[in-house]
Nanobody, 122 residues
Framework: QVQLVESGGGLAQAGGSLRLSCAAS????????MGWFRRAPGKQRELAAS???????NYADSVKGRFTISRDNAKNTVYLQMNSLKPEDTAVYYC????????????????WGQGTQVTVSS
C-alpha cells in the first residue's frame, strides 16, 4: 500500500511563485522516476516535469526556464518549484512515481497523487 500526498497548491498571481511537494509513504522498496503531470479543464493530461533517481530532469517546453523539479530520496519526496507563473499554468497538478512496493517483485508500477489545484490569476 503506497500513498502519494501532495501539498503546496493554491492561488498565485501572474509572475508569482508556488512550490509543490509530494511525499510517498507506505510499502516502498524502490522509487525510480518521479514527476509532475498537469491537466487543465477540457484538456489532456500532460507531463510538466520528471526527474530520475540520480537527478536527471525533463521538462515540457511550456515550462522550461520557469519550473524546477527536484527530489529528496531520503524523504521519498519530489518538489516542483514554479516561478514566473502564467494563467495558462492553471491546472490540477498530479504527482507520479514509479515504485516497487512488493518484496516479491522488482517490477515498477505507477502511483498517483490525488492532485492539487493551481490557479494563476492575471
Amino acid at each position: 500500500q503506497v500513498q502519494l500526498v501532495e501539498s503546496g497548491g493554491g492561488l498565485a498571481q501572474a509572475g508569482g511563485s508556488l512550490r509543490l511537494s509530494c511525499a510517498a509513504s507506505g510499502s516502498i522498496l524502490s522509487i525510480a522516476t518521479m514527476g509532475w503531470f498537469r491537466r487543465a479543464p477540457g484538456k489532456q493530461r500532460e507531463l510538466a516535469a520528471s526527474i530520475g533517481r540520480s537527478g536527471s530532469t525533463n521538462y515540457a517546453d511550456s515550462v522550461k526556464g520557469r519550473f524546477t523539479i527536484s527530489r529528496d530520496n531520503a524523504k521519498n519526496t519530489v518538489y516542483l518549484q514554479m516561478n514566473s507563473l502564467k494563467p495558462e499554468d492553471t491546472a490540477v497538478y498530479y504527482c507520479n512515481a514509479a515504485i516497487v512496493a512488493s518484496p516479491m517483485s522488482s517490477r515498477y508500477e505507477n502511483y498517483w497523487g490525488q492532485g492539487t489545484q493551481v490557479t494563476v490569476s492575471s
